[in-house]
């Protein structure tokens, strides 16, 4: 078995190969009650009228 330097082992990995998967990161979910985020300027209980916010 012949030796190879290091900088020829990095020329002969291919580059498109696959590598492993990294861990999962983002947005974590929220924990909410009725699992969804109510409105503050929702008009009436079932909220089918919506009045957005103007700043």
Do not use: C, W
């Amino acid at each position: 078995m012949v030796r190879i330097s290091k900088q020829q082992e990095r020329r002969s990995i291919s580059p498109r190969r696959p590598k492993i998967a990294g861990k999962k990161t983002g947005a974590r979910k929220d924990n909410l009650p009725k699992g969804y985020k109510e409105h503050v300027n929702a008009v009436g209980l079932d909220a089918s009228i919506f009045i957005p916010k103007i700043s």
